[in-house]
């Protein structure tokens, strides 16, 4: 089974500085995708950014970016200029990409980040 | 489109009583699923649906039930709720492996409160 470890409960960064954020992974599958999802006091569950493992290329958009170890099986995000509103919990999680296979998403327990003004 | 939508936002049951979280999608997508969110634990599978008539349990699926008569349904049932049912309830959307992205959408949520 597939498990995913955030081993941070929290991190606090500086307004217009740059936080990253651990993640790793135990798979043995080849085929999978990794996200990062975004859930604020809202609650509302969003997408941060993802990663195909047949890439190589790091994911970036805009100010997020992704550092993906597939050996290492690490995959920490970074978050460049940090915003105010970038405050909320963040989870990293795994899916498999394999047809068929259980679709289901394997969560982190999640990390809570603060932005200092 | 509306996406996946979730109702109620907010319930407070008795031990006991029973309910159904509603959810749907209009985005066809075939996979969906329920998710528990509770502090410290993460998001946890309790069923999943890979079509219509198609259901599964998940890693928690003790004393939830589910259905998938259509593709843009699919709601959860609490037989018969109890205080550790208390938590924050996610469905989600997505097409299976291999037929698009593989990202799943996320409903606003259900906070539930069992007394």
């Known amino acids: 089974a597939q498990t995913v470890t955030q081993s941070q409960p929290e991190m606090s960064v500086q307004e217009a500085e740059t936080v990253t954020l651990s993640c790793t992974y135990d798979t043995s599958e080849s085929d999978y995708y990794l996200f990062w999802y975004k859930q604020p006091p809202s609650r509302q569950m969003i997408l941060v950014i993802r990663q195909e493992a047949y890439k190589q290329q790091n994911a970036t958009e805009n100010r997020f970016s992704v550092n993906f170890q597939k050996a290492a099986k690490s995959f920490s995000l970074k978050i460049s200029d940090s915003q105010l509103g970038d405050a909320a919990m963040y989870f990293c999680?795994?899916?498999?990409?394999?047809?068929?296979?259980?679709?289901?998403?394997?969560f982190g327990k999640g990390i809570t980040l603060s932005v200092r003004p | 489109n509306a996406g996946v939508t979730q109702t109620p936002k907010f319930q407070v049951l008795k031990t006991g009583q029973s309910m159904t979280l509603q959810c749907a999608q209009d985005?066809?997508?075939?996979?969906m699923s329920w998710y528990r969110q509770d502090p410290g634990m993460g998001l946890r599978l309790i069923h999943y649906s890979v079509g219509a008539g198609i259901t599964d349990q998940g890693e928690v699926p003790n004393g939830y039930n589910v259905s998938r008569s259509t593709t843009e349904d699919f709601p959860l049932r609490l037989l018969s709720a109890a205080p550790s049912q208390t938590s924050v309830y996610f469905c989600?959307?997505?097409?299976?492996?291999?037929?698009?992205?593989?990202?799943?959408?996320f409903g606003p949520g259900t906070r539930l409160t069992v007394t």
């Open positions: 985005m066809n997508h075939e996979y």
């Open positions: 989600a959307s997505s097409y299976l492996p291999g037929q698009g992205s593989h990202e799943q959408y």
């Open positions: 999680a795994y899916r498999s990409g394999l047809a068929g296979a259980n679709s289901k998403l394997t």
